[in-house]
């Protein structure tokens, strides 16, 4: 912990008034709503047609692998882009950086609708759609992150939960689009569909692009970063500086997201492929019960923010991955029955808690584990490098798992279940954050004075 410098900012500090507050709201919903629907839209495109379209020369297992393993390729990216875009997310504000992510991902995504496929250019077509892959993680490796931070921060302190969780109702909203869009280009033919139709999916991303940008441009920077910058306490190594003094909660971040991430995109890419190519399930019906699945989100994700206001952040999302570890079980005996009712049971139950429900606290909880002045830095690393070993693997190791023990979902279940452990854990260990001052410092700390939630307003 740095001792050389204040450890708080002045008390005077305004509040942002409300139309900046709805500003930010809408800038991070409509932003995030972009990410998702990017990385939705390609999980599902792994599942149903590109091993065709891009690895047509190998087994279709293998070729499923393939596409996920193209899949993972963006998550690897996502830390990386973290640390590029969290070197200046501390120094020259969040603004500025959420606008240079979200051209970068729109524009990967749009990118993707043009490639050519293997038929047409051979190997360049996967190296190309791996590139695409690439720099939409690149630009995603500092967008929530950055959305929910300066959300947090403009938000008044009893309402940060409800608030800075609208940051993930734009990504249920996201992944709803991906799944509306999926379920009109499969009305098509499917020959129209393979030659030309899935290609709208992802070039329908350009007017969520453009709405995204123009309300980004008239974004402000929060109130604790502007009196950062006023005082000249940003800091100037962000990322060297968190690595330094903020170790622990960098670490507290990482396992706390580590197994929710990988129990996310499992029930949001995985699963449609398990439903598909082991369950002999219409692929017309994955975008349906994706979308039921991403309307539940919404709420879900507005329901557990506020519920983290209330009742306080570590309490519920102990609930949340509680829940979790012991979900997987009775999700597969509920799929394996074949039924429409129990795969959309299932489908909701993991969007709404694993989906959405644990990155609607953490929108809070993450920024207000650390420090003012490396808060960006240690969000976004925490959260992306750990995304590499949950989500950005998940998918593939589920499906190498059912590949090598003959489509059997017990190896699944039980790598899901010890995922959820560790997260679990992480949160027992972690300090309850529930109303801090977001101009001190200084980590959060395990104290008497963390576990005494604040029952009033500043």
């Given at each position: 912990?740095?001792?050389t410098q204040p450890t708080e900012l002045a008390s005077s500090r305004p509040e942002?008034?409300?139309s900046t507050v709805r500003r930010a709201a809408w800038a991070g919903l409509i932003g995030t709503a972009l990410e998702n629907y990017d990385f939705v839209i390609y999980g599902t495109a792994s599942a149903i047609i590109f091993n065709k379209l891009f690895f047509p020369n190998v087994s279709p297992v293998v070729g499923v692998l393939a596409s996920f393993a193209a899949y993972a390729v963006g998550f690897g990216a996502r830390p990386l882009g973290g640390l590029f875009f969290s070197r200046f997310g501390d120094r020259l504000g969040r603004k500025w950086i959420l606008i240079a992510t979200l051209l970068l991902m729109g524009t990967a995504t749009?990118?993707?609708?043009?490639?050519?496929?293997?038929?047409m250019v051979g190997l360049w077509a996967p190296a190309l759609l791996v590139a695409c892959r690439f720099l939409q993680g690149f630009g995603?490796?500092?967008?929530?992150?950055?959305?929910?931070?300066?959300?947090?921060?403009?938000?008044h302190r009893d309402r940060r939960g409800r608030l800075s969780s609208l940051i993930f109702v734009g990504a249920a909203a996201g992944s709803a689009l991906g799944a509306v869009m999926w379920m009109l280009v499969q009305m098509l033919p499917d020959e129209q569909f393979e030659a030309w139709g899935w290609r709208l999916v992802f070039l329908n991303s350009i007017f969520v692009t453009v709405a995204a940008l123009l309300i980004r441009r008239k974004l402000q920077e929060s109130p604790v970063f502007q009196e950062l910058k006023q005082n000249s306490h940003e800091a100037k190594t962000p990322v060297s500086q968190v690595l330094r003094h903020g170790r622990r909660p960098l670490a507290r971040v990482f396992f706390m997201n580590v197994g929710a991430n990988a129990h996310s995109y499992i029930y949001q890419v995985f699963l449609g492929s398990y439903l598909i190519n082991v369950l002999d399930t219409s692929s017309r019906i994955v975008p349906k019960v994706l979308l039921v699945g991403s309307l539940v989100a919404m709420i879900a994700a507005y329901?557990?923010?506020?519920?983290s206001d209330r009742f306080g952040r570590r309490p519920v999302y102990l609930f949340i991955t509680g829940v979790l570890v012991l979900l997987p079980v009775p999700a597969f005996v509920l799929l394996n029955t074949r039924e429409t009712w129990a795969i959309v049971v299932v489908i909701v139950l993991g969007f709404a808690f694993a989906?959405?429900?644990?990155?609607?606290?953490?929108a809070s909880y993450f920024p207000e584990l650390f420090g003012a002045r490396y808060r960006y830095a240690g969000v976004t690393l925490g959260r992306e490098f750990s995304s590499v070993f949950g989500g950005g693997v998940a998918p593939m190791i589920a499906a190498a798992l059912l590949t090598a023990f003959a489509d059997s979902w017990w190896p699944v279940a039980v790598y899901m279940m010890a995922m959820m452990l560790i997260s679990f854990a992480a949160t027992l260990m972690s300090p309850e954050t529930r109303?801090?001052?977001?101009g001190v410092f200084e980590d959060a700390a395990v104290k008497p004075q963390d576990t005494a939630l604040p029952g009033r307003s500043d």
């Open positions: 912990m740095e001792t942002a008034d409300q749009l990118a993707i609708g043009l490639l050519p496929t293997y038929e995603a490796g500092a967008e929530q992150a950055g959305g929910a931070i300066l959300l947090t921060e403009t938000a329901v557990a923010g506020s519920a989906a959405q429900g644990t990155v609607g606290v953490q109303g801090r001052d977001l």
